[in-house]
C-alpha cells in the first residue's frame, strides 16, 4: 500500500501537466484515504482528507493511483479491468487520463 504523503508528492511533480485540467477530481483509494486535486485556478493544490466538492471521483487502490501517476499503469487499461472506477463527469476523467498519459 502506497503512502498518501508518497502519492501527493507524486501527484504534485506532475501538476505542470495537470495544472490544464480545470476542474477538481477526488480520488477516493480502497484502501483508505482520499485526495482531492484542485486544478481550478490555473495551478494544482493537492490535499488529503475526505472533504472538498469535486467534479469527478475516481476510486482505485493506492497502489494503482501511484502506477497511473507514475506512468505505469494507462487509465484506459485500469479502467476496463475494474481496477479505477469513475463517478461524475466522464469527460473530466478522460481529460484527466491525457494529462497523466502524456
Not at 504534485?12 to 483508505?32: I, K, M, P
Not at 484515504?33 to 481550478?40: E, K, Y
Not at 497502489?63 to 473530466?92: C, E, W, Y
Amino acid at each position: 500500500m502506497a503512502e498518501l504523503g508518497q502519492l501527493v508528492e507524486s501527484i504534485e511533480e506532475r501538476s505542470e501537466a495537470l495544472s490544464t485540467l480545470g476542474y477538481r477530481v477526488r480520488f477516493d483509494l480502497t484502501d483508505g484515504g482520499s485526495i482531492l486535486v484542485d486544478a481550478t485556478g490555473g495551478g494544482v493544490n493537492v490535499s488529503t482528507g475526505e472533504g472538498g466538492e469535486a467534479d469527478t471521483v475516481m476510486k482505485l487502490s493506492s497502489d494503482n493511483l501511484l502506477k497511473l501517476v507514475r506512468g505505469k499503469l494507462s487509465p484506459m487499461i485500469a479502467f476496463s479491468t475494474g481496477r479505477l472506477k469513475v463517478q461524475g463527469s466522464q469527460g473530466v476523467a478522460m481529460k484527466l487520463a491525457g494529462l497523466l498519459d502524456a
